[in-house]
């Protein structure tokens, strides 16, 4: 966006002032939808170009008799000159500005108040909250009032979306031309409410050659293809899944299940001996076997003669799901990523296995596909503490030469090549064990269906959501079950397909 302002102002001759005009008349619109008859609104702007949306929509509000007080936190004489003309502008129509200061009266007032607008950092923040502006944003939080921020609310980093001390807790959000990194990252995503994009004027050609490296998934960029009518099951991918031991016997067949309903066309589930006749009973369509026990019902690393043998005939293996921990479990693993050329989705224990040795994925010899949440992320060596999620999946998946897809809230599904998709679906309702397995069976479906590995990561995340807010409109967010986001994969599916 700082690009593709620069480029209309100084090489399209674009005026600078129009700009912020135009964006000034979005959010005063969002704030008209507001207001009651004879409501009041109070604005607070900094002394960037962000304030100056702000006080170029106090101008247009004024203009329809609407009573507001424009608060300024910063000298006005550091104005930008864009910023000045809207004070011109609102002066000229008889409004003011005047200096913030926190006080009861104040607070008083915006209790009073129909809408605060947030016009005070936008996206040039990089700093902590402190001062005014700190007092100033604990203000408007306190509130009674609905809260319009204006760009991205002020102490979000835009890039990141880190909350840089404290943050505008917005129940809208205004921006302008394209969205923000930082409004669809945790944690930021949290606090900017319902989004709104508008367009400031800034012609559309240079919007869409804008390269950017991170893209926010939305229904409309997920696409299923139709199937052949003369299609049969050896079309859809033969996908083999090593799962399970003594005690886990539901995540192995919740990932085969949903790789059966994901479209996969034959699954084969490699358990341990011991665990063999318990799956035979739990699953139907999929086809389970048996494998060298170990003796404490975990695979023996004996397996990884059969895996490999039976990976040649597969398009795709997943490795992980209940498998457990064991010294056996991390030489069967290293084996099979040294081995195997097909693609590898690790998953849940198949990362663990690896975790005291990550160079191990320097030596894979097939493409390797990761879906770590937050704490095995953290004990591969991923970094979460410095600069963010979005930032902490490019890196490792650039350093890494792998796909990973880093769960959570607003997954995070990142290519070697820097690029990433930040996903929109899904919710607390899907905050259950086994919802983890779902989705990586989901992935090594799309993948044995030939889905390139960035499009089969990101589709198979974006239905795995879906299904899930599905699920909690129809059972509500307490009592969804990962059976349950399973048996609703054909509705998203279908809903995709309409």
């Known amino acids: 966006m700082r690009e593709m302002d620069r480029y209309a102002i100084e090489e399209l001759g674009i005026p600078g002032a129009m700009l912020m005009s135009n964006a000034a008349g979005h959010v005063a619109a969002c704030a008209m939808e507001q207001l009651t008859p004879g409501g009041r609104a109070a604005i607070f702007c900094g002394t960037g170009n962000n304030g100056g949306d702000g006080i170029g929509a106090a101008a247009l509000l004024t203009d329809k008799g609407v009573p507001v007080r424009v608060l300024l936190i910063g000298n006005e004489e550091k104005l930008s000159p864009d910023s000045k003309e809207m004070l011109r502008r609102l002066v000229a129509i008889g409004g003011s500005i005047e200096p913030f200061s926190a006080s009861d009266e104040l607070s008083g007032y915006l209790n009073s108040c129909d809408v605060i607008i947030d016009a005070i950092f936008g996206t040039g923040l990089n700093s902590k909250l402190r001062g005014d502006a700190l007092s100033a944003v604990e203000m408007i939080n306190s509130s009674r009032a609905f809260i319009i921020a204006a760009d991205i609310p002020s102490g979000i980093h835009a890039d990141t979306g880190a909350i840089l001390g404290a943050t505008v807790n917005a129940d809208m959000t205004v921006t302008f031309s394209m969205p923000k990194p930082g409004h669809f990252v945790e944690p930021g995503c949290t606090y900017c409410g319902e989004i709104r994009v508008r367009d400031i004027g800034i012609p559309g050609e240079i919007i869409n050659n804008v390269a950017s490296y991170v893209s926010a998934v939305m229904q409309e960029d997920i696409s299923l293809p139709q199937r052949r009518r003369d299609s049969h099951k050896g079309d859809y991918g033969r996908c083999l899944i090593i799962a399970g031991s003594i005690g886990y016997t539901g995540a192995p067949a919740m990932c085969a299940r949903a790789a059966s309903r994901m479209g996969a066309g034959l699954v084969y589930l490699g358990v341990p001996s011991s665990i063999y006749d318990v799956m035979a009973v739990k699953l139907d369509e999929e086809m389970p076997f048996p494998l060298p026990d170990d003796g404490y019902g975990r695979l023996s690393s004996k397996a990884a003669g059969e895996i490999i043998k039976r990976a040649r005939e597969c398009d795709v293996c997943l490795i992980g799901p209940g498998l457990g921990i064991s010294p056996e479990i991390t030489e069967l693993v290293t084996t099979i990523l040294q081995k195997v050329k097909i693609p590898v989705v690790?998953?849940?224990?198949?990362?663990?296995?690896?975790?005291?040795?990550?160079?191990?994925?320097?030596?894979?010899?097939?493409?390797?596909?990761?879906?770590?949440?937050?704490?095995?992320?953290?004990?591969?060596?991923?970094?979460?503490?410095?600069?963010?999620?979005?930032?902490?999946?490019?890196?490792?998946?650039?350093?890494?030469?792998?796909?990973?897809?880093?769960?959570?809230?607003?997954?995070?599904?990142?290519?070697?090549?820097?690029?990433?998709?930040?996903?929109?679906?899904?919710?607390?309702?899907?905050?259950?064990?086994?919802?983890?397995?779902?989705?990586?069976?989901?992935?090594?479906?799309?993948?044995?269906?030939?889905?390139?590995?960035?499009?089969?990561?990101?589709?198979?995340?974006?239905?795995?959501?879906?299904?899930?807010?599905?699920?909690?409109?129809?059972?509500?967010?307490?009592?969804?079950?990962?059976?349950?986001?399973?048996?609703?994969?054909?509705?998203?599916?279908?809903?995709?397909?309409?």
Do not use: W
């Not at 996903?423 to 607390?428: A, F, H, I, V």
């Open 346 to 498: 690790l998953d849940a224990d198949g990362l663990n296995a690896i975790s005291a040795n990550t160079g191990i994925l320097d030596t894979a010899v097939c493409p390797l596909i990761l879906t770590p949440h937050h704490g095995e992320f953290v004990r591969l060596g991923g970094d979460l503490a410095s600069d963010g999620r979005l930032h902490a999946a490019r890196t490792f998946a650039h350093k890494r030469g792998c796909v990973l897809v880093l769960k959570g809230h607003r997954t995070i599904t990142s290519m070697p090549d820097g690029t990433a998709y930040i996903n929109t679906t899904g919710g607390p309702a899907m905050a259950k064990g086994g919802s983890g397995d779902v989705l990586a069976g989901m992935i090594a479906a799309l993948i044995g269906q030939k889905f390139a590995l960035s499009d089969a990561a990101s589709t198979a995340v974006y239905i795995h959501g879906l299904a899930g807010d599905i699920c909690a409109a129809e059972l509500g967010e307490y009592s969804v079950t990962a059976s349950d986001i399973i048996n609703m994969i054909p509705y998203a599916v279908k809903e995709l397909m309409e």
